[in-house]
């Protein structure tokens, strides 16, 4: 069965620091994996996705980026933190296709990320 | 462009009334439905999902929910709410006519299970 994993957990970071969050994917191969965040009492924004190795899209600016340097690792960074970059990120993955897991998407358990 | 209204940010119940939450979509084409569930600092969890087969979708722990094409509604209902229920609910709306899945969610509705 396939498995996300997101880590760490939980992050305090200053203002101006630089971030680093990954995400796994196990159990399958190919995967389109997407960060989204979620700011407190508001939905989720979907910030990247990526259809393949080094295949990154943006879907809002911001002062964040996103690598994938391996099929199955999807990585968010900045270089310098802002206050408004507080949230809660949540990685996640699908696969294009008929069956139960087609067309889906599967969320890891998500980080918080506290910039002070 | 697709989206999502979820009506009323927090929904109370008492346990063992009826769950109903109610989403509205919006879409050119037609949509993936789904409905999630987040507990507290917990990822989301797929609770059903809608691809265009039964219009009347059964979910996992009790929940089911029915595509209204003419009402353009796919709302979530269980029919007797337990305390254990008590979490976010997300609705959220996709297609695959660009060949590729992105979610568009709602704002979320909190269910409030009272004893």
């Known amino acids: 069965s396939q498995t996300i994993h997101q880590w760490p957990a939980t992050l305090v970071q200053p203002v101006g620091s630089p971030l680093s969050l990954e995400c796994t994917v196990e159990g399958t191969s190919n995967p389109n994996l997407y960060w989204y965040r979620q700011a407190a009492g508001r939905g989720l924004q979907l910030l990247f996705y990526s259809v393949g190795i080094g295949q990154i899209s943006s879907e809002v600016p911001q002062n964040l980026s996103a690598s994938r340097p391996q099929d199955r690792q999807f990585i968010l960074s900045s270089k310098k933190l802002l206050l408004s970059d507080s949230g809660f990120y949540l990685c996640?993955?699908?696969?294009?296709?008929?069956?139960?897991?087609?067309?889906?998407?599967?969320f890891g358990e998500g980080s918080w990320l506290t910039v002070v | 462009a697709q989206s999502v209204t979820q009506l009323g940010s927090h929904v109370s119940v008492s346990e063992g009334a009826l769950v109903l939450l109610r989403c509205n979509y919006s879409s050119s084409v037609p949509p993936y439905l789904f409905w999630y569930v987040q507990y507290p600092n917990q990822g989301l969890q797929l609770l059903l999902k809608?691809?265009?087969?039964?219009?009347l979708v059964k979910g996992i722990n009790g929940f089911e929910a029915e595509f209204k094409k003419s009402e353009t509604s796919f709302h979530l209902t269980k029919p007797s709410a337990h305390m254990s229920d008590a979490a976010e609910y997300f609705c959220?709306?996709?297609?695959?006519?660009?060949?590729?899945?992105?979610?568009?969610f709602g704002t979320g509705t909190r269910l409030l299970v009272s004893p």
């Open positions: 959220a709306v996709s297609s695959a006519n660009t060949g590729f899945q992105k979610l568009v």
């Open positions: 809608y691809t265009s087969a039964a219009t």
């Open positions: 996640a993955w699908s696969v294009l296709g008929w069956g139960d897991s087609g067309n889906t998407i599967y």
